[in-house]
């Protein structure tokens, strides 16, 4: 099972520092026949993924769905009967779960999405509600899905796209949800999964370390994807010290949020994974697909007039061989076989944008995008700088006889680097590589 030592900022398994690799299944227990869950479980498998987040319930914009299974009996009004549960929904859920964990896969269970919760955005919403959980139902519900899948060695994610709005909501929801689940099971590891630029996690959750690690959401809305290495900076300086997990990043091929015309591909997503792992977020990173997180029929019904009015996702046969994913399995591999859980941002060393070193002149837009949008991190062997659009790197030191190379993210291809070093500026430059799209800088401290 995933672990975490006291004070670290990595996971573990099996007393091995592990990297999470997640792939995102919101809507897995209502829409995905066990024959298809076996052979996505499967294919992710193979590309290097170890978790698939999954909505315990039924998610509020999942695309329909030919499988008539939810986690409650209906009322005549469309809201469930929370006291009413469907054994035969829990039952295939069971199997699911069982599945993947033969498979050497850990299911991150969320157990309350916001839309469950009073007084949340998502609650709030004009979109198909099913009902507010009872808080007479909360520690009764949790307790069976522990007892039923603790088995399994899951991660119990708390909350699901949530803010924070009311004490009541913190409390009496979250709160007592997050209690039950370490009473319980005191080993499990348990997390907040918050919504896309939301860095608040109040005090509460806190104070007796009940969170074992934090999630953030960089999410979809184009405007804001600096959030990815934002947020990561904002909760690895965080204390107490934990993991840091970017959970949501924008998903490939998932339309704009707000219904802005264009949709983010597979360089767009890798850009996103790199700046989070070198920014704080480097215990693992989350995928996302569209058309796998909604689990989509192209013969059937997807609603883009609701929530952030995300165009319509791909079919997910198509969805789950996006190349975004092969990406992203790269990036486990290479922390893992490089051993970089020690690895800790390093922006300092970066001096593209900071000034005027080749004497032309430098609008102020892009002093600050070339010295945020480049990311850099280093431990004690390596220093790793993320390019995601070709440019002479400038670093504050002299690695002109350290080893270096160019890795090119798109088709993994390696390329030799050679660093200047000007001891006037105390600067060394590595000229840009011959690859057109993003690259990972690698420099090895050893001479």
């Known amino acids: 099972m995933f672990q975490v030592a006291k004070g670290q900022r990595y996971f573990t398994r099996d007393s091995r520092p592990i990297f999470y690799l997640a792939d995102t299944c919101w809507s897995a227990f209502t829409n995905i026949s066990e024959e298809d869950w076996e052979y996505y479980l499967n294919y992710r498998r193979e590309q290097g993924f170890n978790v698939i987040q999954v909505n315990m319930l039924w998610q509020w914009d999942a695309s329909s769905s030919r499988l008539d299974v939810l986690p409650f009996h209906q009322l005549d009004n469309g809201h469930f009967d929370f006291s009413c549960p469907n054994k035969d929904y829990f039952d295939r859920a069971e199997r699911m779960i069982a599945k993947a964990y033969e498979k050497g896969i850990t299911i991150a269970l969320v157990l309350l999405w916001a839309n469950y919760v009073p007084d949340t955005w998502a609650s709030q919403m004009n979109i198909r509600q099913v009902g507010l959980f009872p808080k007479e139902c909360i520690e009764d519900y949790v307790t069976d899905v522990v007892s039923r899948y603790d088995q399994y060695n899951p991660l119990y994610i708390i909350s699901g796209d949530t803010d924070f709005q009311t004490q009541e909501v913190i409390e009496d929801y979250y709160g007592k949800a997050l209690k039950k689940v370490k009473e319980l099971s005191p080993d499990a590891l348990t997390a907040m999964h918050i919504r896309g630029r939301y860095k608040e996690i109040p005090d509460y959750f806190l104070k007796d370390e009940s969170i074992d690690f934090y999630m953030y959401q960089s999410g979809h809305n184009q405007q804001f994807q600096e959030t990815a290495y934002t947020l990561a900076d904002y909760f690895y300086q965080k204390m107490p010290i934990k993991p840091v997990i970017n959970s949501e990043p924008c998903y490939e091929l998932m339309g704009y949020s707000r219904r802005e015309y264009g949709r983010f591909d597979r360089r767009d997503v890798r850009k996103i994974a790199w700046q989070s792992v070198l920014s704080g977020a480097h215990a693992g990173i989350t995928y996302g697909a569209h058309g796998i997180w909604s689990w989509h029929d192209e013969s059937l019904v997807f609603d883009s007039s609701i929530g952030e009015a995300f165009e319509t996702p791909y079919d997910w046969r198509d969805a789950l061989k996006f190349e975004g994913a092969f990406d992203y399995g790269f990036v486990r591999h290479f922390f893992e076989s ?110």
């Open 338 to 447: 490089e051993d970089l859980f020690d690895i800790a941002p390093a922006q300092h060393l970066l001096l593209n944008g900071k000034s005027n070193t080749e004497g032309m002149l430098q609008s102020s837009e892009f002093q600050k995008s070339v010295s945020t949008e480049i990311r850099v991190a280093e431990n004690d062997s390596l220093i790793l700088v993320y390019i995601p659009s070709n440019i002479q790197v400038k670093l504050f030191g002299d690695y002109s006889k350290q080893s270096a190379y160019y890795l090119d993210l798109d088709k993994n291809r390696r390329a030799e680097a050679t660093g200047v070093f000007n001891s006037e500026k105390n600067q060394t430059t590595f000229k840009m590589s011959r690859f057109v799209q993003d690259t990972l800088l690698v420099i090895s401290k050893k001479i």
